[in-house]
């Protein structure tokens, strides 16, 4: 056996420009919003094709402004799959509307059109979609030939949010994650595919939906930094408090540019998973729809399948005890105490959902992951799944 390793689920590359661009904030005197987060709003909305871009303090914060923004009503029913992170559904009670929770594709954990025409069938008074890109790939938005969610939901009235939390940068059929529907909410966590410690972003193309996520949003840099004497300012709106401070902003301008370049470094450590472990039939390995080079690869997670040597728990503590960090992506919404006693949810109405969650674990996923880390993640692997202990 190889020598113990320390490897992490996640690890931040700081390589380019983020001390620089923080020191420049520092030098400034203002650390909270202004110019720094402006020029990230508008380099983000350039790599995406979007026409608008606002800057916020979480992906949780973009979420709620985009379905306010959206305009849903209290009593109103949102579409949202059960297999995602709780923001996706969370924000909906924010607005005290109240979510319809939806299966996935097993493999992909996406939302197909098939689930989404049959959801609409079953529940034909649902006019809003919070559509989750999962681990980094785009949902079938559209399909060359055939409707794609983005057709299915104009046929039927419905207004899309897409919780882009894990793609960017992702594309599908030549357009990028962020361009394609209404509104589109990305996330700058400490784990993501690009940080800012904390953060997030919001894209949309049309300019109603920008200026009310602005106000609801809050702006104050003008009336602080302006060579005229003004203490004047107005409440149009009771909006939140979800600005970006320019020392966040600093650190995603400097990852912004290097984007690409972390996208590329996480397709190597993917394709080695998948060439080196393509044959162990303990497990199911993630599904992908598109071209590699179109997916953000923000996470990769395994499926452990009944019947192996080992469960999901066990496997979880024996790679901690080898210095691998794992996660798991995720316990569904369906599964939670709140959702499952508000609304009565039954876990045999979510196969492909039930199915994943008693096996999934998501392996570490990093730029710059050495050959030498990835051979040792999978000697573990291969290891504990086979029982070759």
Known sequence: MSQKLKIPFAKVPVIGNEFKYVKEVLDSGWLTTAGKAAEFEKRFAEQVNAKHACVVNSCTAALHLGL???????????????????????????????????????????????????????HPEVKYLVLVHFGGQAAPMEINGQKGILDICKEHGIKILEDAAHAFPASLNGKMVGCMGDITCFSFYANKTITTGEGGMLTTNNDEIYARVKTMRLDVWDRFTSSKPSWEYDVVEAGYKYNMPDINAAIGLAQLENAELFRQERQKVVEYYFEHLADLGQIDLPVCHVPFNNHAWHLFPIVIKPGSPVNRNSFIEQMAEAGIGTSVHYKPLHQMTYYKQRYHLKPEDYPNAERTWKGNVTLPLYPFMTTEELAYVVEHVRRILTGNN
């Open 68 to 122: 306010e923004a959206l305009g849903v009503q209290p009593g109103d029913k949102v579409f949202v799959q059960s297999m995602t992170f709780t923001s996706s559904a969370e924000i909906i009670r924010y607005l005290h509307a109240d979510p319809v929770l939806l299966d996935t594709e097993y493999g992909s954990n996406l939302i197909t059109p098939q689930i989404l025409l049959d959801a609409i069938a079953s």
